[in-house]
């Protein structure tokens, strides 16, 4: 997933980018960087490790200038290395000149890298924003583009999911692939600051109260002499029908007092909890409690709909960090042990509607459930706030296999009883899609395989889901 960040036009830019880094800590934890330019030099500073500890009042202090580009990192593509991690800095004849930062998966990255390979450009990475930063480079160099051809043809030839900013010596570029697939948001606070960020929350960090969607395949430029909305390409632009922003932003990923693809996220949230309590009219429970955080506002729909006291009768350990993002499935269940405790003498004789957001691949509910009953419940009815998440992600979510998903390897009756609950039950597709009724169009392919950008070479993308 990731998360990027870019300031223009203050002289505290990297501690604006660091602030805002650490407001978007919750989309990657592996890894963070940071560039920055004074006009002539751009600096950068990346490790891997929490914003907090690799950036603090001495290494910002060695990044001075204007602009600043940031990331924080959660590994999809490429091991978890700092060599992976953002922003990559480019070196041309004339020095560093090109720093960049992306969220989202190139979908054709090894046909790219390939070409780009054959033509003499070297790799230090696996990671995508080398190959897009790299790309445009060489466009510009090789064939004496300026950097907005070279990156509209980029947006021709590279498939897949970017949300970018771009530094240079003298100017912050945003742009964004023309499905629009991950988040990316930009605006002006009081003293004209230009700021762009994964999420709307980093806006807010940073007073920022003007804020737009950076346009489907739209390029934004921030210099001394304004900003500029470059113009869509005609032939990539899409309308906002046909944008395919992923739904797993709302469900899980973002946090919910952002505000992204036109909604709020902890609206959305609400209305699948209601969506949720809309299939469960028999149900007779004493109360309804989410496996926080990500859960609480979908719980709280939920709740609010049956008319059912809403708890928390789970509490979390804010230290560990989220599970789902450690690379190696040993960290994770030792994290699910971390996290979660009981309340104490809470459960006993209670029949609970436990709320969650997705089960992936069956760890944390599993763990979940065995320490729920260890405090005595009655009944578990889990409800989820996704339908079965059957098909891999190729736009930047960390479910790289078919066979780790579990809905591929049990059918839901066969993982209710793995996951001990009395009952089991995910949101229809077709009710999670009014739960986002702006009129811009989502992807669902995570439940339906219906990708909007195919990986040709890809048969993964063509098996069906076991689902019952
Ligand atoms: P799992 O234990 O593999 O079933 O993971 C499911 C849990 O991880 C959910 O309850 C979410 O809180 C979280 N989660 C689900 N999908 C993702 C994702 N793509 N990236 C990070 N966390 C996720």
Not at 275 to 304: C, H, R, T, W
Request: glycine content about 8%; aromatic content about 8%; charged content about 25%.
């Amino acid at each position: 997933m990731c998360g990027i960040v870019g300031i223009f036009g203050s002289a505290q830019a990297a501690e604006m980018a660091a602030l805002a880094m650490f407001t978007e800590q919750h989309r990657g934890q592996e890894s963070c960087g940071m560039a920055v330019s004074d006009g002539k030099v751009i600096r950068l500073h990346k490790k891997m490790g929490l914003v907090k500890e690799v950036f603090n009042s001495d290494t910002l202090s060695h990044l001075p200038g204007n602009i600043a580009i940031g990331h924080v990192r959660y590994p999809t593509k490429g091991s978890a290395t700092e060599f992976n991690s953002q922003p990559h800095l480019v070196e041309t004849l004339y020095g560093p000149r090109y720093a960049l930062a992306s969220n989202g998966d190139i979908v054709n990255y090894r046909q790219i890298r390939e070409e780009m390979e054959a033509d003499g450009v070297y790799f230090n990475s696996d990671n995508d924003g080398e190959l897009i930063v790299k790309y445009i480079v060489r466009e510009m160099e090789s064939r004496d583009q300026s950097i907005i051809d070279a990156i509209r043809h980029l947006m021709k030839e590279v498939k897949g999911a970017y949300s970018t900013v771009l530094a240079t010596r003298d100017a912050l570029y945003m742009f964004r692939d023309p499905y629009s697939i991950r988040p990316m948001v930009w605006g002006r606070n009081a003293g004209g600051v230009v700021v762009v960020a994964s999420e709307s929350c980093a806006l807010d960090i940073l007073e920022v109260q003007q804020r737009f969607e950076v346009p489907p395949a739209g390029i934004i430029r921030a210099h001394n002499d304004g900003v500029t909305i470059i113009e869509n390409d005609p032939n990539l632009y899409r309308t906002a029908q046909e944008t395919r922003h992923c739904i797993f932003e709302h469900i899980y990923f973002s946090r919910p007092d952002s505000h992204h693809f036109g909604e709020n996220v902890f609206e959305v949230r609400e209305a699948i909890g209601r969506a949720l309590a809309k299939q469960d009219n028999d149900l007779e429970a004493d109360l309804v409690m989410p496996v926080p955080d990500s859960s609480n506002f979908i719980a709280m729909g939920y709740a609010q709909a049956k008319g059912l006291p809403f708890s928390l009768g789970l509490i979390r350990n804010h230290y560990v960090g989220r599970t789902f993002i450690k690379p190696l499935q040993t960290i994770r269940d030792e994290s699910v042990r971390q996290k979660f405790n009981l309340l104490p003498n809470f459960f006993a004789g209670k029949r609970i509607v436990l709320i969650d957001d997705s089960i992936v691949r069956g760890t944390t509910i599993r763990q979940i459930v065995e320490l729920i009953k260890k405090g005595g419940v009655k009944e578990i009815h889990l409800r989820l706030g996704s339908p079965q998440v059957c098909h891999p992600c190729y736009y930047g979510i960390d479910t790289p296999t078919r066979e780790e998903l579990v809905a591929n390897r049990f059918a839901l009756e066969e993982i209710r009883q793995r996951t001990g609950v009395d009952t089991l039950k995910h949101i229809d597709i077709n009710d999670l899609r009014h739960c986002v009724g702006n009129g811009t169009e989502y992807c669902y392919a995570c439940f339906n395989g219906d990708y909007p950008i195919r990986d040709t070479s890809s048969a993964d993308q063509f098996h069906e889901c076991i689902r019952s």
